[in-house]
């Protein structure tokens, strides 16, 4: 749990700082394989429900998702920088920032132990993906930082406590799924449209 | 006699460690290479030479080659290789302070000679150090928490050993280590240590007036700096090999430091050289992983 936890908290970063949407991409991915494992690891023995939780896990967030996301990248022509508005090395410094108020923040919940640690991940994520979603200028990274920002949003589930409900988390799995494929779509009509995908031009937009 | 038998390794083994690093580069370029003792052929070769002093040099640059090497034998000196008992027992502050030492003293030297290149490499060599200082004290502050003792030698033999599961955060400071031995050692993405190209040097553009024995000795010194830091770096991961006996414990060190060479010479291999624009994020990322590495023990 602790391990999976670190990792997942080094993905967010990793996501945060990278420069390249490929890199990204494939961080998203891991980050949903090890999310996937997080459910059969909290519950002993054999649980059918846990068994389901993890590979819908692992089919959504590890390979659909990733699937759609780089399928956009190559029919959109965008190319490989994900252009930040923020400079890379201010990225790191704020996540790295965000990464140590996560760590106090749990601290306060009151979250101790193993469950602090994973707690202090989920957070990150959801800064990281947060912090994706508000500085990248192209509209796949936006799309990836919002599914970080869900990542973050499981994990800090799973370690405050609460039980994998299997009908809630489908739930939650196909709305993303759902949220993901129609953002795919958007930015193909977008990329029709305007021939390129820079939600920065938006503004420059007149009726 | 124990401290003997450590110094004697050091000395022995560093420039081998250099020669692997060289080796495996040139392997995974499908190159044939230079032998494996290449580095101390090339140690002959220069102690054997003269001297050739530029007319503007003072007694710093004499004085820079003796204290190079003298800082770098006590840096030896401090680290544990095969055991935790170590020649001389060393705070981990000062540890940082003596790694700057030396480094002072060789970009006086770089300017000292009054050419071009020397202040330039004197000046990266100088940012490179001082952004990567942060990320050291706050690793080694992460393992004398960890190791709860206060001398490197103490801490890093009473790490709880086969625990990389259960403490996480020793992985993260050995690869904060291993980003800073990128850094301060002159290595590809940070430096290249063959370049031929002045412009583009860091650590070589510094050295490039020194010549004969003088060029000798700091060549030496940068042999035992590497050997140093893989040391540091290999026995975080495997604390365990430091509490064997020196039967066991020296074919360990022997085999932690040839495993650390041939990762180096893969990294150096299998990456580009960064714009020196890209340096600070690197090292930067370096110093958030060591944070992390001591948040993750406030919280664990």
């Known amino acids: 749990m602790t391990t999976l936890a670190v990792l997942l908290l080094l993905l967010g970063i990793h996501l945060a700082v990278s420069e390249r949407i490929r890199p990204a991409i494939r961080s998203l991915a891991a980050q949903g394989f090890l999310l996937g494992l997080l459910p059969l690891l909290d519950t002993a023995g054999t649980d059918w429900r846990a068994v389901a939780l993890c590979v819908s896990t692992i089919a959504v967030k590890g390979a659909a998702i990733p699937a759609i996301l780089s399928r956009a990248v190559s029919r959109l022509e965008i190319g490989q920088e994900s252009e930040s508005l923020i400079s890379t090395r201010a990225a790191i410094v704020l996540t790295g920032v965000l990464t140590l108020s996560a760590f106090v923040a749990c601290e306060r919940f009151g979250l101790t132990g193993k469950d602090q640690i994973g707690g202090a991940a989920g957070l990150t994520l959801l800064f990281s993906g947060l912090l994706t979603m508000t500085t990248r200028v192209k509209a796949v990274s936006q799309v990836i930082g919002f599914v970080v920002l869900e990542n973050g949003i499981f994990l800090l589930g799973a370690a405050s406590g609460s039980e994998f409900t299997l009908p809630i988390e489908l739930g939650i799995f196909l709305d993303l799924f759902v949220a993901v494929f129609l953002m795919g779509i958007l930015m193909f009509k977008i990329q029709r449209a305007f021939t390129h995908t820079d939600v920065a031009n938006i503004h420059a937009l007149k009726d | ?300």
């Open chain 2, 1 to 300: 006699m124990e401290s003997l038998l450590h110094m004697t390794l050091f000395l022995a083994l560093a420039p081998l460690l250099s020669g692997i690093v060289r080796k495996t580069k040139a392997f995974l370029s499908c190159r044939r290479g230079a032998p494996l003792a290449q580095p101390y052929l090339d140690l002959w070769k220069l102690f054997r030479r003269g001297i050739v002093r530029s007319t503007t040099a003072s007694w710093i640059f004499d004085l820079s080659g003796p204290v190079v090497l003298g800082g770098a034998l006590v840096l030896a000196a401090a680290t544990p290789l095969y055991g935790r008992e170590v020649p001389i027992p060393m705070h981990f502050v000062f540890y940082i302070y003596l790694m700057a030492l030396p480094r002072f003293f060789q970009t006086l030297a770089g300017l000292d000679t009054g050419s071009a290149f020397g202040g330039l490499g004197s000046s990266r060599e100088a940012a490179v150090s001082a952004m990567a200082e942060p990320a050291l004290l706050l690793a080694l502050c992460g393992l004398a928490h960890l190791g709860a003792a206060d001398s490197i030698g103490g801490f890093l033999a009473s790490l709880p050993s086969g625990s990389v599961f259960r403490h996480p955060e020793t992985i993260l400071i050995a690869g904060t280590l291993f980003l800073l031995l990128i850094a301060e050692n002159a290595r590809i993405p940070v430096d290249d240590p063959t370049t031929h190209l002045e412009l583009t040097m860091i650590h070589e553009a510094m050295v490039l007036d020194h010549a004969g024995v003088d060029l000798a000795m700091i060549q030496m010194a940068s042999h035992l700096r590497l050997a140093v830091f893989s040391a540091l770096a290999s026995s975080v991961l495997f604390p365990h090999s430091l509490t064997l006996t020196p039967g066991l414990g020296v074919p360990a060190a022997m085999l932690r430091l040839a495993l650390c060479g041939v990762l180096i010479g893969a990294v150096e291999a299998g990456t580009a050289r960064m714009k020196l624009s890209r340096v600070a994020p690197f090292l930067m990322v370096a110093t958030v992983l060591a944070s992390i590495a001591l948040a993750l023990q406030y919280a664990g």
